[in-house]
């Protein structure tokens, strides 16, 4: 395997984007090539993606590796010659190079496997962006046995060969809210025959937007936005409901449950304030990313070592499913500098290839390293 090889399979990645849990040919192009190089795949229990395992000595620690496969529902407009041949769906995210990155790690570890006092398992996630498939993996049995987890991700705001390391929180929590106002409706021309909703939704919109504000500290780091609002349907009638959702993001536990109790009591207060019902559906999806410092330490070291730029990664509201693996045992989330015109999720990002080799280089070595010299791991 050379960076040539590797790079032609992240183009061909590229060119064939799959959204999260319809990643069939993904799975497929993985399996034929681990496969091939003597490289073992487990089944998950998910239609896509798989685990490929590297076993050196048995007895060892095990290390677990994870990249996620799916794409975005967005048109490409990148200008590549090598841009998503699949009208609306291209890799907007970077995880057509975290699978590649991976791929390359695997047939590096497997060069060198009879070597390795321990095992090294690769997950290839599907559906990153939509599900909780993280969660259900970790909660397979499959990775029971893994004493520290590592991914990487793109980040065009840092140059190729330059990674970017954090201990501690790094990437939020992410809940979704849905709040439905019920009333009386009537005509417009009458509003003392009703139970208005619209002031009542203008009330809670302002009232919520000063939880962060008023509830959370400044030094801590949270985010609520309410992104969607609906009611009535048309100049002279009094809508009888209303509904209105949105997102809270935080890198703080704790922050995270006093917003959350702050919404549910606003909401309650709809009620007494206003004369109509209100109800909330919270929804708590990943946990914030908290990097282990000791694991941060020692991917550092080891990438100094290898010739790469190391700098502190900014924190970002931004969720990943990562997190789920880190509630089976510590690890760390590390930026790959990827160079690029635009920030993810947008038609124009892009991924430089140069980047490619070195990380995957960098994660191999780090697997071995950690099998050759365990860090002080405690798994929760």
Known sequence: MNEEWLIEQFKQLHRHPELGNREYRTTEFLKNILQANGIRTLETGLETGTVAVISGRDGGPVVGLRADIDALPIQEESGLDYASEIPGVM???GHDFHTACMLGA???LKEREYELPGTVKIIFQPAEETEFNARFLCRSGLLDDVSVFYAGHTYPWLEPGTLGIRPGPVMASVDQFLIRLKGVGGHAAHPELSVDVI?????LIQSAQSIISRSVSPFDQAV???THVESGNTWNVIPEEAMLEGTVRSLNPEVRDRIQKRLE???ASM???YGCRAEIEYTRGSDAV???AAACERAAALARSLGLNVVQQECSMSSEDFSDYLSLAPGAFIRIGTGGQCDAHQPRFTADPKALFPAARFFAELAASELEH???VIRR
């Open 271 to 273: 009620e007494s304030s």
């Open 374 to 376: 365990p860090g002080s």
């Open 106 to 108: 695997a047939l590096l």
């Open 224 to 226: 609520l936005s309410i």
């Open 290 to 292: 908290i990097n282990d």
């Open 91 to 93: 890799h907007a995210c």
């Open 265 to 267: 009591d606003l909401t």
């Open 199 to 203: 002031p009542a939704v203008g009330s």
